[in-house]
């Protein structure tokens, strides 16, 4: 552990709020919902006060027994301010372990066991789900962002704790821990450090180097997802405004979007699809937006049709990205209004400037193709450390330093990916050929 972050190597949460305040405390952060942990600050904070608040919460947190190494598991109802615990907690030197508030009792309880006794910081809602639990004998403590109870401490009432320096992990130590939604089976828990952490910033400036000008950043992302925590280090280190939506409401989004103007809008594709309706509302919620991005999942070309339609800037575009928790963002492409319609949907783009090198490994010996698929690989310093617990089950993903993402496809004689399904364990041969398709 070391009070002096290397910046320039790896990517330190717990200071990033403190570091943009210095350059950028005047930028502004509007959420569309109230902070449970914090229900007095209101819907528009300076950067300058999220950083006050992130060490004032640390404060908190290490009054109430978190320190440097620990894991806290952070699990409660959808809320921004679950980034702002897990700020709070990594400005400890604490690892904070992202848990979906969707998980129910039975999977919860599975993946606390995996942990050398966290902390649990909860809320309410979420104790009452998780009542039959031994929570005693599965935490270490459980904090609860307001109100207490029995066996529960109250960050509420632990406001004025003593001030405590910030602490950092070494660029390769977990620094913070999101879990991975496997079809089946409980969820893996993937371990990222400073340095993975870090090294994911470099494809995603792409993006914000591709607005000419200061523009307002929609950000609309489950709250746990490493994702959220990339976005918002950018953002705050660039001075980007940013406009926080918890509530997917189309018609609650159209009022946000109206009153608040973005010029980026970054979403889920499930998100988009809900939404696209909007395009022909005439209030023209997306009139201001340059850029459309999402990851994760492919989106229909209807949809990104419609959303670049009812944009009324200069050549706006739609950044399509594919990647996944322990591979972070590995190709993308942009589609824009006059090539929107011939958009085919399995197409994940090129290796992203900064970014992985992505291969296409052969299931069978046989050269790959679209007739053939092979296992899309990803190698690079962003990949994840490992899954908690788990190193055995993350082996199997890895081959000489080629991470198997568990999806097959192809590439275009132009090294465009092209992602077909999933790898059902079902293809002739069990080792990949060393070639890239």
């Given at each position: 552990m070391s009070r002096i972050p290397n910046h320039e190597r790896g990517l330190y949460l717990g200071?990033?709020?403190?570091?943009?305040?210095?350059r950028h405390g005047a930028t502004l952060l509007t959420l569309d919902h109230d902070l449970d942990v914090l229900p007095d600050a209101g819907r528009r904070l300076t950067v300058a006060e999220v950083a006050a608040y992130a060490a004032d919460l640390a404060n908190r947190l290490a009054a109430a027994g978190v320190r440097a190494g620990h894991h806290v598991a952070v699990c409660k109802r959808a809320n921004v301010d679950a980034w702002l615990l897990a700020t709070a907690a990594a400005r400890l030197g604490a690892v904070p372990v992202m848990l979906s508030p969707a998980l129910p009792a039975p999977t919860l309880a599975a993946l606390l066991k995996r942990l050398p006794r966290p902390h649990l910081l909860t809320d309410g809602p979420k104790l009452d789900e998780l009542a039959d639990l031994p929570l005693a004998g599965l935490t270490a403590s459980v904090?609860?962002?307001?109100?207490?109870?029995?066996?529960?401490?109250?960050?509420?009432?632990?406001?004025?704790?003593?001030a405590v320096p910030p602490v950092c992990q070494g660029l390769d130590e977990p620094a913070l821990i999101t879990h991975t939604s496997g079809t089946?089976?409980?969820?893996?828990?993937?371990?990222?450090?400073?340095?993975?952490?870090?090294?994911?910033?470099?494809?995603?400036?792409?993006?914000?180097?591709?607005?000419?000008?200061?523009?307002?950043v929609a950000v609309s992302v489950p709250f746990v997802h490493s994702r959220l925590f990339a976005a918002m280090a950018l953002t705050l280190l660039k001075g980007m405004p940013t406009l926080l939506v918890n509530d997917q409401d189309p018609r609650a989004v159209a009022r946000f979007f109206v009153k608040n103007r973005p010029g980026l809008v970054e979403a889920l594709p499930r998100s988009f699809l809900a939404w696209e309706g909007l395009a022909a509302d005439?209030?023209?919620?997306?009139?201001?937006?340059?850029?459309f991005s999402a990851t994760?999942?492919?989106?229909?070309?209807?949809?990104?049709?419609?959303?670049?339609?009812?944009?009324?800037?200069?050549?706006p575009g739609f950044f399509q990205i594919y990647g996944q928790s322990e591979a972070g963002p590995a190709a993308g492409r942009p589609y824009y209004r006059r090539h929107a319609r011939a958009m085919d949907g399995r197409c994940a783009g090129f290796p992203l400037p900064g970014g992985a090198r992505v291969?296409?490994?052969?299931?069978?010996?046989?050269?790959?193709?679209?007739?053939?698929?092979?296992?899309?690989?990803?190698?690079?310093?962003?990949?994840?450390?490992?899954?908690?617990?788990?190193?055995?089950?993350?082996d199997e993903n890895l081959r000489d330093g080629w991470w198997r993402t568990g999806d097959v496809?192809?590439?275009?004689?132009?090294?465009?990916?092209?992602?077909?399904?999933?790898?059902?364990g079902t293809a002739p041969g069990a080792?990949?050929?060393?070639g890239a398709g």
């Open positions: 200071t990033v709020p403190e570091r943009a305040a210095l904090i609860g962002v307001a109100g207490a109870g029995r066996g529960v401490a109250s960050l509420a009432r632990l406001a004025g704790s003593p089946t089976g409980v969820p893996k828990l993937v371990v990222h450090t400073p340095r993975t952490m870090r090294a994911r910033l470099r494809p995603q400036r792409f993006l914000l180097g591709a607005l000419r000008r200061r523009e307002t005439p209030r023209a919620p997306f009139a201001s937006v340059k850029y994760f999942d492919a989106l229909h070309p209807r949809t990104v049709r419609r959303l670049l339609g009812a944009s009324r800037r200069r050549n291969r296409v490994a052969s299931r069978d010996g046989r050269a790959v193709s679209a007739a053939n698929p092979g296992f899309i690989e990803v190698r690079w310093d962003g990949l994840a450390q490992t899954y908690h617990g788990e190193r055995d089950r993350y496809g192809y590439r275009t004689r132009a090294g465009c990916l092209h992602v077909l399904d999933r790898d059902t080792a990949p050929a060393p």
